[in-house]
């Protein structure tokens, strides 16, 4: 062999060799892991390419500088299909796994949970304080979300499920709502179509209604139709409701955590203890128990309830049965201060 084919062949194994050396380190890159002790959300803006992308996990310490980075995605082209957006990073992915995971397009969801009970006004200040949803509410007012909605002013409080909703970084607080409105109103809907018969409501609006106020009279599910046919008999009957979440209702800010005798007698839309039938709307956000209730409540004699002291509630068909329950538990209500 003359000297010149050693020359070459030495050329072209060092070229091969140079190559082999320069996969393996691709390769290892690819495998290696992310440089995070935490999960942490990165978002890849519209219109970034391979420079972009690669200036923004370096800028944010997701990887470290290195040549190997555009070299694996010309050897591994699937992985720069990647697509912008807001994405979850976990502790321990691996490089390869974050690019497929950008050309994967899942984005990182975000849950927010509205619980049964609240109102509206709670919801809003839940969504504001939520990150990474864009805001388009101008304020927490009902009236500017039926507006927003396209909803009329009576079908915003109560007219949304609670629930856990997951979003993506930029979702509206308005899609969200829209979301929550549309399956209050399919579960109404199918509570309305299914209800007992004889139920003294006029429309949705009131079965919806009394599903809030039992939401706000106990949290017992064993009491929840019990509590719904108290009122019921009540309406029935035309009694007064007399219930105290509808009174706080109507206060709105000026409730400062005590009702007192005043209050019960001063007339708003909401006091049950001044007004005839049904509040005109609902007063929270039931949820799909005290709905069932509502729509289906127990069938029975009673007229009151007090609680009993034990986290529950003392049923009675009569006032002087009612007045010696109530008597019961503010005599345990006093044991229980005195201790």
């Keep these: 062999m003359t000297v010149k084919s050693k020359l070459v062949g030495g050329i072209v194994a060092l070229a091969i060799a140079g190559l082999a050396f320069s996969y393996w380190q691709i390769r290892q890159f690819a495998a290696s892991p992310l440089t995070i002790d935490k999960e942490t959300i990165f978002t890849l803006p519209a219109g970034s390419g391979r420079v972009v992308l690669e200036a923004e996990l370096n800028q944010q310490k997701i990887i470290s500088p290195t040549i190997w980075f555009g070299w694996l995605l010309k050897l591994e082209p699937d992985l720069a299909q990647f697509k912008a957006g807001t994405y979850r990073l976990t502790q321990g992915m691996s490089v390869r796994q974050l690019l497929a995971l ?6 990182a969801q975000f849950p927010i949970r509205f619980i049964e009970g609240s109102r509206m006004q709670e919801w809003l200040a839940q969504l504001r ?17 039926a507006a927003a909605l396209k909803l009329p002013e009576q079908d915003v409080e109560g007219w949304f499920y609670p629930d856990t909703y997951s979003y993506t970084a930029n979702t509206t607080d308005t899609a969200i709502l829209r979301r929550a409105h549309e399956r209050m109103e399919k579960l109404v809907d199918n509570l309305w179509q299914s209800k007992t018969e004889g139920l003294p409501y006029k429309d949705k609006n009131d079965l919806l209604t009394m599903a ?3 939401e706000k009279e106990t949290a ?8 719904a046919s108290v009122f019921i008999n009540r309406l029935r009957l035309g009694m007064r409701l007399q219930t105290d979440p509808t009174v706080i209702y109507g206060m709105g800010e000026s409730y400062k955590g005590t009702l007192t005798h005043k209050d019960l007698e001063t007339p708003t839309a909401y006091n049950t203890y001044v007004i005839a039938g049904m509040p005109p709307g609902p007063i929270a956000t039931p949820g799909k128990a005290s709905l069932e209730a509502a729509a289906h409540p127990l069938k029975t004699d009673f007229l009151y309830f007090v609680a009993d002291g034990k986290g529950g509630h003392t049923f009675t068909t009569n006032l002087a049965s009612h007045n010696r329950a109530v008597q019961a538990w503010r005599l345990l209500l006093k044991e229980k201060n005195e201790q």
């Design 102 to 107: 950008l050309s994967s397009g899942k984005e």
């Design 212 to 214: 809030s106020i039992v």
């Design 220 to 227: 017992l599910s064993d009491e929840r139709s019990k509590v």
């Design 129 to 145: 304080a939520a990150p990474y949803i864009k805001h388009t509410l101008a304020d927490d007012k009902l009236t500017t979300l």
